[in-house]
């Protein structure tokens, strides 16, 4: 059974700075495409980050560029989002995403997400 956590998450001052977390099991750690995303309230889910499998190599939306940092750690089969410089309009619910192998078939399986609020 693939399980996907997040952890992190919470109320934060314009400026600041989180961590975010996602604890995988269930599939291959280090063979899978990892992300983020994030609802805010009112909008649609959006890409936020994400990291390839074999290289490592990332990529982010413009939005958080220069800002967010998103590393995994294989042997923890942990993929984290390191927050910086936080704006209010990063105020959502961020989601952790495993592009994984499961049985034969590769499918998206999503984690319950984590709030973060800027907020003053």
């Known amino acids: 059974q693939v399980q996907l956590v997040e952890s992190g998450g919470g109320l934060v001052q314009p400026g600041g700075s989180l961590r975010l977390s996602c604890v995988a099991s269930g599939f291959t750690f280090s063979s899978s495409a990892l992300n983020w995303y994030r609802r805010a309230p009112g909008k649609e889910r959006e890409f936020v980050a994400g990291?390839?499998?074999?290289?490592?190599?990332?990529n982010y939306a413009d939005s958080v560029k220069g800002r967010f940092t998103i590393s995994r750690d294989n042997a923890k089969n942990t993929v984290y989002l390191q927050m910086s410089s936080l704006k209010p309009e990063d105020t959502a619910v961020y989601y952790c995403?495993?592009?994984?192998?499961?049985?034969?078939?590769?499918?998206?399986?999503w984690g319950q997400g984590t709030q973060v609020t800027v907020s003053s």
């Open positions: 990291i390839t499998s074999a290289s490592g190599a990332t």
């Open positions: 995403n495993a592009f994984a192998k499961v049985w034969a078939a590769y499918n998206n399986y």
